[in-house]
């Protein structure tokens, strides 16, 4: 077989997120025909593509037909330590490990980012994807008592390695802070640096999402982190009520400006469910902003219900969708993260 013919018989093999063929989309690397021996690469733009293993199956389909006997494909994706501003205050070498980064963001306190960002980073860990998650929080770290981790990182060299809990590599400033009675407070130059090291002194090991929890309003946290980071996808947490709406429509119109791209808004604590029939009653009044923000372009990727086992799970340390995976929160999450993971496959072409 040559070359030629390998690659055409590759070109049947379509991406169906993306409904192009993988060697037009530029997936097929470090190709090697010899005689009835094909190996290359499927290089996927962005990590834990969902459907990868269906290209993988359908590519070496394609060259049995075409009659090769020893087929070698390996599924690899890129970091993202190219796509980091070429002025970005952090170094580029910290993205080496990482392939995609999602931050869960709302200017407005306590609609449930942290205990969002928990949940959806074990979502993905039960899925096979590596994920780690960063607290960005400075000034009031929940992720350490939501993950149930305590006591202070071991360092290797001159990096911290991150614990690692349900799968996920974690890292914190409440691991660093020590007391945990005693205020964090940062003036902004020191807490612009707090985040640089964050990121950059961790041991980030094959990541292929970070969550990012970012603290509440559009403070320097925040936008720092949205000017200098590489950005796979931003997801918004809300109540579904008019005065959480519209500090999230502030927070969209943040990022959009910088041209971050959205994925959209997890609806939290939208419903209450009644414990004995089950049936649930929308907590807030249908508000008009919700409306608003869907028609410009933000889609509602999870409606959560107020369920008390989320708000125990993270006081003690274990995420809901570990700890009941057939719940409606768990299936919300499961949905969530299949519309993420498409979602960012669809657009880092
Ligand atoms: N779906 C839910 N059901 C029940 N309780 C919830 C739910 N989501 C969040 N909570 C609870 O609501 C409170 C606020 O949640 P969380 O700390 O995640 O919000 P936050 O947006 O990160 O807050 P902050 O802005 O202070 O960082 C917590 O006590 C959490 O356990
Ligand atoms: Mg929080």
Redesign the pocket.
């Known amino acids: 077989m040559t070359e030629k013919e390998v690659l055409d018989a590759l070109s049947r093999v379509m991406d169906p997120e993306l409904g192009r063929n993988i060697v037009e989309l530029g997936m097929v690397k470090n190709l090697k025909v010899d005689g009835e021996k094909v190996d290359f690469d499927l290089e996927l733009t962005t990590a834990a593509c969902p459907l990868k293993d269906v290209m993988k199956k359908n590519a070496e389909a394609v060259l049995l037909k075409l009659g090769a006997s020893e087929i070698e494909v390996r599924v690899t994706s890129r970091s993202i330590a190219a796509q980091s501003a070429q002025n970005s205050f952090i170094s580029p070498d910290t993205f080496e490990e990482i392939r995609g980064i999602i931050p ?1 963001y ?1 200017s ?11 949940n959806l980073a074990a979502a993905l860990a039960k899925r096979g994807v590596k994920t780690a998650l960063l607290d960005l ?1 400075i000034y ?1 770290p ?1 992720i350490p008592r ?1 993950m149930g981790i305590s006591g202070t990182p071991a360092v290797f060299g001159n990096k911290l390695v991150p614990p690692i809990k349900h799968g996920i590599q974690v890292m914190s400033m409440g691991f660093l802070a020590g007391d945990a009675d005693r205020p964090l407070i940062w003036r902004a130059p020191l807490a612009n640096s707090a985040v640089k090291q964050l990121f950059e002194d961790t041991a980030w090991s094959d990541v292929d999402y970070l969550i990012v ?5 559009t403070g320097d946290i925040p936008l720092t982190f949205a000017q200098n980071i590489p950005i796979s996808g931003a997801v918004f ?1 809300t109540t579904p009520q008019s005065v959480a709406l519209d500090e999230t429509r502030r927070s969209v119109s943040m990022f959009r400006q910088l041209d971050i791209p959205i994925l959209g808004l997890v609806l ?3 419903d209450f469910v009644c414990p004995h029939c089950g049936k649930p009653t929308p907590l807030y009044p249908e508000a008009g902003e919700l409306k608003t923000l869907e028609a410009s372009g933000v889609p509602v990727l999870a409606r ?12 003690n340390g274990s995420p ?1 969708v570990i700890e009941f995976p057939d719940s409606e ?1 768990a299936k919300q999450y499961t949905s969530l993260v299949e519309q993420i993971q498409a979602q960012i496959c669809r657009a880092s072409v």
């Not at 306190?109 to 960002?117: D, E, I, M, R």
């Not at 959560?304 to 006081?315: E, Q, R």
Request: charged residues 15%.
């Open positions: 869960v709302s407005k306190g306590g609609v449930g980012k942290s205990t969002v960002a928990v929080d009031g929940s939501m929890d970012l603290p509440p309003g947490v939290n604590m939208a959560l219900p107020l369920d008390p086992s989320v708000a125990a799970g993270g006081d809901t929160t």
